[in-house]
C-alpha cells in the first residue's frame, strides 16, 4: 500500500513533465512553416536552425550534476523541472508577443536556443526521478525485477501522449491560426506547469535520501568513475555513433513534401500522429512483452528496420508506390510520420540498460551525460545531412537526387551493427549491478 500511494506524486510529476516534452512537438510545427513561408529559408538553413537550436541539450551533463549536488530550499529535482519550465516560458511568450516585423533569424534562434535550455534542465531532473524511483527497494522479491522499466515505460507513453496530441492539434492549428498563436499558447501552458509543479514537495516522492553535502566535484569524479565502465562507456559510443553516422535529411524531406508534393500541413499533422502513437504503442509492447529480449538484440534489431524504412522512402521518391496506386497523402501519413520517430525506439531499451548499470548517487548526471551525447550526434547527423543533401544536388526546388541520398542515408544506418558487440545483455548488465552493490 506505502508503494502504491508513493508512486502516485512521482506519477503526476513525471506524466505532466512528459507530457509537456511530448507536447513541444506542437509550437515547433508552427517553427517549421514560421521560418519557411515567413522568414523564407531554405531546406539547407532549416535544418541548420533545428539542429542548432539543440546546442543547450549538449551540456545535459552539466545540468544532471547541479542537480545531483546542488540543493534548493532541501530539493535538488523539483526545483529544476520548474527552472526548465520557468526558461521555455519565458522564451516562447515574448515571440508570440512581439511584432512579426521585428522577427529575424537570429532572433528566432536565441529564444529557441533558451527554450531548448530550459526544456534540457527539466527533461535531466526527470530522467533522474526516473532513475532514482527504479532503485527504491520493494516489499515483494519480484516487484522489483517487475518494475523495472515499468516507470520508463510509463513515461514515455505519456511523452507520446502529449505528441500525439501535440501534432494532431499543431496539424489543425497551423491552418486556422498564425505561428505566433501557437507560440503563445504553448507558453500559457509551461506557466502553468511551472505553477502546478512549485507546489509540489520533493519529499513527497519518497525518493532515496542522499548526502546534501556531495559537492560538484565529487559528483563529477563520480560520474567520471562511471565513465571508466567498459559495458558503460561502449554502449553510450556506440549509441552516438550509430546516431551521428545517420546523416539527417528531415529539412530536406520537409521540404521535399509540402512544395514540391503539396502535401497540406493538415496531412502533416496526421502523419506524426501516427508516428506518436507508433511510439506511443512501443512503450507498451516493450513493457509488456519485450523486456525479456536481450538489449543488443533488440536495438540491433531497430537499427535494421531503421534502414528498411529508408529504402521504403528512396521508393516513395522514386515513385514505386505512386505506380502501385498508393496516394502520396497516404505513403506520406502511414509511413512517414512513422520513419521519423522510429529511430527514438532504441531509447527506451538502452535508458533501461542504463539504469540497471547506473551505481547510486549518480543516476542525474549519468543520464544526462547519455542524453547529452544523443543531443550531440543529433546534431552531427543533421550536419552531415546537409552536406549529404549538397552533395547529391538536393535544393528547394530540385530533389532529383534525394533518392540516392536516401540510399547512402540507409548505408550509413547499417553501419553500425558491425559493432553491435559494444552493448551488453541485459543479464550482464544487472549482475554487474548486483556487484556493484556489494562493493558498495
Not at 562507456?233 to 545517420?246: C, F, H, P, Q
Not at 506524426?272 to 540491433?300: E, M, T
Amino acid at each position: 500500500m506505502s508503494k502504491s500511494n508513493s508512486d502516485n506524486p512521482i506519477r503526476k510529476v513525471l506524466g505532466l513533465g512528459y507530457w509537456v516534452q511530448g507536447f513541444r512537438c506542437f509550437p515547433w510545427m508552427a517553427v517549421n512553416f514560421f521560418l519557411k513561408d515567413g522568414l523564407n529559408v531554405d531546406p539547407s538553413t532549416l535544418q541548420l536552425l533545428q539542429n542548432s537550436a539543440n546546442l543547450p541539450m549538449v551540456a545535459k551533463p552539466l545540468y544532471g550534476i547541479l542537480s545531483d549536488a546542488v540543493y534548493i530550499s532541501g530539493q535538488h529535482r523539483i526545483p529544476y523541472i520548474a527552472i526548465g519550465a520557468f526558461l521555455q516560458a519565458v522564451s516562447w511568450l515574448p515571440i508570440a508577443l512581439m511584432p512579426p516585423s521585428r522577427i529575424s533569424v537570429f532572433t528566432i534562434s536565441i529564444y529557441l536556443l533558451l527554450s531548448n535550455l530550459g526544456a534540457s534542465i527539466a527533461e535531466v531532473a526527470n530522467d533522474a526521478i526516473v532513475a532514482e524511483a527504479g532503485k527504491q527497494p520493494t516489499s515483494s522479491k519480484n516487484s522489483r525485477a517487475s518494475s523495472s522499466g515499468e516507470l520508463q515505460a510509463f513515461v514515455w507513453v505519456a511523452s507520446s501522449a502529449g505528441g500525439i496530441l501535440g501534432n494532431l492539434l499543431g496539424g489543425v492549428a497551423i491552418d486556422r491560426f498564425s505561428p505566433q498563436a501557437m507560440f503563445l499558447f504553448f507558453g500559457l501552458l509551461l506557466s502553468l506547469q511551472f505553477f502546478l509543479t512549485i507546489i509540489v514537495r520533493e519529499r513527497s516522492l519518497n525518493l532515496p535520501q542522499s548526502s546534501m553535502n556531495a559537492g560538484i566535484n565529487k559528483q563529477l569524479s563520480e560520474l567520471a568513475a562511471v565513465l571508466k565502465r567498459p559495458e558503460i562507456a561502449y554502449s553510450i559510443i556506440w549509441l552516438a555513433v550509430s546516431y551521428s553516422i545517420t546523416p539527417a535529411l528531415t529539412g530536406t524531406m520537409f521540404f521535399y513534401q509540402t512544395e514540391h508534393l503539396k502535401i497540406e500541413s493538415s496531412v502533416l499533422g496526421i502523419s506524426k500522429v501516427f508516428g506518436q502513437a507508433a511510439l506511443l504503442l512501443w512503450g507498451v509492447i516493450y513493457n509488456r512483452h519485450l523486456k525479456s529480449i536481450p538489449s543488443r538484440k533488440l536495438i540491433s534489431s531497430i537499427q535494421v528496420l531503421m534502414a528498411v524504412f529508408m529504402i521504403s522512402d528512396m521508393l516513395f521518391v522514386k515513385g514505386v508506390y505512386r505506380e502501385m496506386g498508393v496516394p502520396d497523402f497516404i505513403y506520406v501519413v502511414l509511413f512517414s510520420g512513422l520513419s521519423e520517430v522510429l529511430l527514438f525506439f532504441k531509447i527506451l531499451p538502452f535508458s533501461v540498460l542504463i539504469a540497471l548499470l547506473c551505481p547510486p548517487g549518480c543516476e542525474g548526471s549519468l543520464m544526462a551525460f547519455v542524453m547529452s551525447a544523443i543531443a550531440l550526434a543529433f546534431i552531427v547527423s543533421g550536419c552531415l545531412g546537409v552536406a549529404l543533401a549538397s552533395y547529391v544536388g538536393v535544393t528547394a526546388n530540385d530533389f532529383s537526387g534525394l533518392a540516392r541520398g536516401l540510399i547512402i542515408q540507409a548505408v550509413c544506418t547499417l553501419l553500425p551493427l558491425c559493432c553491435s558487440w559494444c552493448i551488453p545483455d541485459d543479464i550482464k548488465a544487472k549482475d554487474r549491478r548486483k556487484d556493484s552493490k556489494k562493493q558498495l
